[in-house]
């Protein structure tokens, strides 16, 4: 039982959920669409019809109805449908394997969100970038806009899209066989989703994580998760998780050894399946169910049956791994009940099938060869990178903390010298007080001095005038004078 095929059952599963919806809808829109003409509402429903037609797998109607789309747009100025059409674009000429284009209108989208200010929107481009690379084999490339992503939804706090590209990170690394981050982004994811009560997601990383441990060979762990994700698909009704589930359980107990439980499981897995026109689903059941015949209980002929059935289903759907492994079988089945012709036959196309695929494994094995390398290269420039970025960080904090002490010491200074001026400008203020104190006395000593002063020589004309009153006049005193000389003469 080829774990890769339940992975890519898985994969398919949950890419696709949402396909196959009715023509009923479809009609209605284009009802819509007829009524409006040219009009935004016009652009909006074809964009509707076209995210129909490329969930259905037609492409080609969903590129043509994008294209009436993005007309309407233009002529109406209408920017989030010209950034919605220029994204279908990029999915068309992903899905038809023009990289270039595919990314050239990618690019154009997200300048259309950018000016919208639509950053969820961004955060899905980068994401469908990473789609492209991923289907280019550019595990580096897909890391680098998955975490693009992923940084935006952080921003945003979106949980949901926080989970989804965990997850979705998380399968890249098993892509990369990078167990250790596969394993840390499946359980973040998980996480997240059980924090969010995110039922279907949790039931979808139980999954991822089973076929973790599975390949890891932790065969109980990863029943415990299958189980866990069968309970919840059951819960809710989910019958392509179903058929997931009980497969995949079935291939742990083969590898057990527990035939009949898994035989019993398988034919559940069959069954739904079956009810749900899952193809793939179907045509594994068979070859796994064949397997359990042709080995555990030697019936030769149900097997070949059983093969037979899974190997026109798988030729339908040109699934060559499983036309591989179902040719090696019939291969074998046939030469036990002595049909070697047939057996032959099988085995040429089991040859055939073989030589395609070691050649494409081997160019697969070159060029994931040559992305290890660059990846390590990669990895070499972004620790060299952040060895820089750590460098300058000290710096800087270098930096900060010399600007810190020097402005400490410079407070330190600065009041001490505050402190000294303060302290002689209150002594300055004390001696000019005194000084000013002393003059107040001085000029009061004088003021007294100069009434002392004034008062004596009140006195003393006071004195002159009683004194002139008493005494001759001068002239008549100087006459008496002269008379009498002149007597004695």
């Known amino acids: 039982m080829n774990i890769r095929r339940i992975v890519f059952i898985v994969f398919i599963s949950f890419l696709y959920k949402q396909f196959f919806a009715q023509d009923k809808k479809i009609d209605s829109l284009l009802s819509v669409a007829k009524k409006h003409k040219n009009d935004t509402i016009a652009a909006k429903t074809y964009l509707k019809i076209s995210g129909i037609y490329f969930d259905r797998g037609n492409v080609d109607s969903g590129f ?6 993005k007309t309407i747009s233009s002529q109406n100025k209408f920017i989030r449908g010209l950034a919605q059409s220029y994204n279908n674009f990029g999915k068309y000429f992903n899905y038809t394997g023009q990289q270039d ?40 490339k897909t890391i680098e806009y998955l975490f693009l992503s992923l940084k935006i939804k952080e921003r945003l706090h979106d949980s949901i899209g926080i989970a989804n590209t965990c997850h979705n990170i998380g399968e890249l690394y098993k892509d990369a066989n990078d167990t250790v981050n596969e394993i840390k982004y499946l359980q973040k994811s998980l996480h997240l989703r059980v924090l969010i009560n995110d039922i279907s997601g ?21 029943i415990d998760y299958f189980k866990k994700g069968l309970n919840i698909a059951e819960q809710i009704g989910d019958e392509e998780a179903i058929a997931i589930g009980c497969y995949n359980i079935a291939c742990v107990y083969f590898k057990q050894n527990k035939i009949s439980e898994s035989e019993l499981l398988l034919e559940r897995a069959l069954k739904v399946s079956k009810k749900n026109n899952i193809s793939t689903g179907v045509a594994s059941c068979l070859e796994s169910l064949g397997q359990i015949a042709f080995e555990k209980h030697n019936d030769s002929k149900k097997a070949i049956q059983l093969f037979e059935e899974a190997i026109k289903i798988a030729k339908e759907l040109d699934l060559k791994d499983l036309i591989s492994n179902v040719s090696v079988r019939l291969s074998e089945a046939y030469e036990r009940i002595g049909d070697y012709k047939r057996a032959l036959e099988y085995h040429k196309a089991y040859k055939t099938i073989q030589d395609s695929l070691f050649n494409k494994e081997n160019i697969k094995k070159i ?71 002393k003059e107040k006395e001085t000029q009061l000593q004088k003021n007294i001095i100069e009434e002392k002063q ?35 003469s």
């Open 454 to 488: 004034k008062e004596i020589l009140d006195s003393i004309r006071y004195a002159k005038r009683i004194q002139e009153a008493h005494l001759p006049n001068e002239q008549i005193v100087l006459k008496t004078l002269k008379r009498l000389t002149n007597k004695k």
């Open 64 to 69: 043509s109805f994008t294209k009436k789309a």
């Open 202 to 222: 949790i039931g979808v990383s139980n999954m991822a994580i089973g076929l973790y441990y599975q390949n890891c060979n932790q065969l109980e762990k990863a």
């Open 101 to 140: 284009s595919a990314i050239f209108y990618f690019y154009k989208a997200k300048d259309y969100y950018t000016q919208l200010n639509d950053s969820i929107r961004i955060a899905g481009i980068y994401n469908n970038i990473g789609v492209v690379f991923k289907s280019h084999g550019n595990i580096p």
């Open 367 to 437: 060029t994931s060869e040559g992305l290890k390398y660059e990846h390590e290269k990669e990895k070499i420039i972004l620790e060299k990178e952040q060895e820089k970025k750590e460098a300058i960080a000290k710096s800087e904090a270098l930096k900060k903390d010399v600007i810190l002490y020097a402005s400490i010491l410079f407070l330190i200074i600065v009041s001490v010298f505050s402190f000294i001026i303060l302290k002689r400008l209150k002594e300055n203020r004390k001696q000019k007080n005194i000084i000013e104190q």
